[in-house]
Nanobody, 125 residues
């Protein structure tokens, strides 16, 4: 497994933006399938953005057009740019790593074996 450390969460007003980062501990692990998940209080964890080894991406309908996932291979870092934030986006955000190369981005949490501790995002109206 690889260690993942998220950062960049915070409090923002509706319509604002945040950029989350996730640094991986192992060189080249960033090239594997990776994803962002979130979990709001009282709700199940949901996959919202994924990126595969070929840089193809997939998004949940709830964030499509507002969030963008990307990665910096040189710095072993996964990003989530979040624009047009809504109060419904309030949640703990986690990055996840599959530990394997893959060429279909995956939003199901069963595909991932390594998880970060999460970073809180709070959006006020």
């Amino acid at each position: 497994q690889v260690q993942l450390v998220e950062s960049g969460g915070g409090s923002v007003q509706a319509g604002g933006s945040l950029k989350l980062s996730c640094v991986t501990s192992r060189v080249n692990s960033i090239r594997h399938c990776m994803a962002w998940f979130r979990q709001a209080p009282g709700k199940e964890r949901e996959g919202i953005a994924a990126i595969d080894s070929g840089d193809d991406t997939a998004y949940a309908d709830s964030v499509k057009g507002r969030f963008t996932v990307s990665k910096d291979i040189a710095n072993n870092t996964l990003f989530l740019q979040m624009d047009g934030l809504e109060p419904e986006d309030t949640a703990m955000y986690f990055c996840a790593a599959r530990g394997l190369y893959c060429y279909i981005p995956k939003l199901s949490e069963v595909e991932y074996i390594s998880w970060g501790q999460g970073t809180q995002v709070t959006v006020s109206s």
